[in-house]
C-alpha cells in the first residue's frame, strides 16, 4: 500500500530564506508526482509535476527534484515571501493507464509553511 | 478559460440528512475524482470518472456514491450524514490521453458541515 509521508508538519522561516520540504513515498512504482499549494480553507493549485521518467521540474522559485529509486522528492523554494505562506501537499500517481483505476492521486498530509516579513 | 467549479461553496446539514456536491470540470477535460479532505489531513480519494463510467472508488462507504453526466460534470452525493463527513469536498479533472501527462487540476471546494 502506498504511503506518502511530508517532513517537517509545520515550518517557519524568516523572509528572503531558501527552504527545502520533503516528501517521501513508500512504493516506487508511481507515475508521476504532483506538489500543490492550498491556502487556508481553499482548493489545491498545482505548482510543478514531474513524471516519473523525469530527475526534476522548475517554475519560477520552484524546483521540484524526484528521487523514485529511494522514494524521495523534494520542493525547493528560493528567496522566500511571506506570500508564500500556505500548505505545500505532495502527492503520488500510482498508474498511467488513462482512465483506469490507479488514476488517483495519494496524499501526504501537508507541510505548513510560515514566512515571516 | 475557466478552472474547475464546485457548488454550493458552503453547505451546513444535520446528521441523517442527504446532500448533493456539483462539480464542472475544464473545458475539454473527460475525467473528474472527487477527494475529501478532513482538517489538518490531505485529501483521500473517493471516486473517479471517465467517460461518464466509474473507474475508481476509494475506501468510503456506499453511503457515498457519484455519477458523471453527458457534458462531463459530475455529482457526489452522500446519504445519511454522520458528524465524520464534515470536510472539505474536492473536484479535480483531467485531459487524459495514453501518451498524456494527465495532470489533475482542483476546483475551490464545497466545504460540508454537519451538525
Known amino acids: 500500500k502506498q504511503e506518502v509521508t511530508q517532513i517537517p508538519a509545520a515550518l517557519s522561516v524568516p523572509e528572503g530564506e531558501n527552504l527545502v520540504l520533503n516528501c517521501s513515498f513508500t512504493d516506487s512504482a508511481i507515475y508521476n508526482l504532483q506538489w500543490f499549494r492550498q491556502d487556508p480553507g481553499k482548493g489545491l493549485t498545482s505548482l510543478l509535476l514531474i513524471q516519473s521518467s523525469q530527475r526534476e521540474q522548475t517554475s519560477g522559485r520552484l524546483n521540484a527534484s524526484l528521487d523514485k529509486s529511494s522514494g524521495r522528492s523534494t520542493l525547493y523554494i528560493a528567496a522566500s515571501q511571506p506570500g508564500d505562506s500556505a500548505t505545500y501537499l505532495c502527492a503520488v500517481r500510482r498508474g498511467e493507464d488513462p482512465g483506469g483505476s490507479q488514476g488517483n492521486l495519494i496524499f501526504g498530509k501537508g507541510t505548513k509553511l510560515s514566512v515571516k516579513p | 478559460d475557466a478552472g474547475v467549479t464546485q457548488s454550493p461553496t458552503h453547505l451546513i446539514k444535520t446528521r441523517g440528512q442527504h446532500v448533493t456536491l456539483r462539480c464542472s470540470p475544464i473545458s475539454g477535460h473527460k475525467s473528474v475524482s472527487w477527494y475529501q479532505q478532513v482538517l489538518g489531513q490531505g485529501p483521500q480519494f473517493i471516486f473517479q470518472y471517465y467517460e461518464k463510467e466509474e473507474r475508481g472508488r476509494g475506501n468510503f462507504p456506499d453511503r457515498f456514491s457519484a455519477r458523471q453526466f453527458p457534458n462531463y460534470s459530475s455529482e457526489l452525493n452522500v446519504n445519511a450524514l454522520l458528524l465524520g463527513d464534515s470536510a472539505l469536498y474536492l473536484c479535480?479533472?483531467?485531459?487524459?490521453?495514453?501518451?498524456?501527462?494527465?495532470?489533475?487540476?482542483f476546483g475551490p471546494g464545497t466545504r460540508l458541515t454537519v451538525l
Open positions: 479535480a479533472s483531467s485531459y487524459l490521453s495514453l501518451a498524456g501527462v494527465n495532470e489533475q487540476f
